[in-house]
């Protein structure tokens, strides 16, 4: 199975920031990477597809780049409905794995 | 408007079995293939199954392989999940989420997702 590994595990922000949360595959996945969104009690929400497509009704603000292994998602100018859990997933292969997730938390 | 609605969750006692479903709209759902993803509480994203759109092809993580049962009636247009032999690390949020592009099972994007129905395995 391919490992997807987050960092950082959580970061701390605040309205107006900029913020970059990187994933790494243990083996390349092309361009085969996903971002999501989660927030509790809510459905999850996909961001980026492709690892640079811009999911239908996403905010701008939202970029992901990267190939191979090594992927980012930025946020530019953090809104306040933007603190939440994100996580990456590679559709590269089966299983479809997703990393360990990033806590986005109000400074 | 995609819409997919969980139900089933619930309190079971281990070794127990419960049936997830989830009712789809908005969609074409016989041509997308659809997956149940889990949260444990704490723990991070876990896909747990995924079925193709004609319910040909399934896939099972080893972590549940021989205990779940994934299986869709696309007249009714609802997926299901059976659960036997259920185990305390059984217990989480189970999501049910639809393929972005097809209905072939293989690497994909899960593009919409229900809100989730709280599985908890407890005695």
């Known amino acids: 199975d391919i490992q997807m590994t987050q960092s950082p595990s959580s970061v701390s922000a605040s309205v107006g920031d900029r913020v970059t949360i990187t994933c790494r595959a243990s083996q390349g996945i092309s361009n085969w990477l996903a971002w999501y969104q989660l927030k509790p009690g809510k459905a999850p929400k996909l961001l980026i597809y492709g690892a640079s497509n811009l999911q239908t009704g996403v905010p701008s603000r939202f970029t992901g780049i990267g190939s191979g292994r090594d992927f980012t998602l930025t946020i530019s100018s953090l809104q306040p409905e933007d603190f939440a859990t994100y996580y990456c997933q590679q559709a590269n292969s089966l299983p479809r794995t997703f990393g360990q997730g990033t806590e986005l938390e109000i400074k | 408007e995609v819409q997919l609605l969980e139900s089933g969750g619930g309190l079971v006692q281990p070794g127990g079995s419960l049936r997830l479903s989830c009712a789809a709209s908005?969609?074409?759902?016989?041509?997308?293939?659809m997956s149940w993803v889990r949260q444990a509480p704490g723990k991070g994203l876990e896909w747990v199954s995924g079925i193709g759109g004609s319910g040909g092809t399934t896939y099972y993580a080893d972590s549940v392989k021989g205990r779940f049962t994934v299986s869709r009636d696309n007249s009714k247009n609802t997926l299901y999940l059976q659960m036997s032999s259920l185990r305390a690390d059984d217990t989480a949020v189970y999501y049910c989420a639809k393929d972005r592009s097809s209905g072939l099972l293989g690497g994909d994007y899960f593009d919409y997702w229900g809100q989730g129905t709280l599985v908890t395995v407890s005695s």
């Open positions: 908005g969609f074409t759902f016989s041509s997308y293939a």
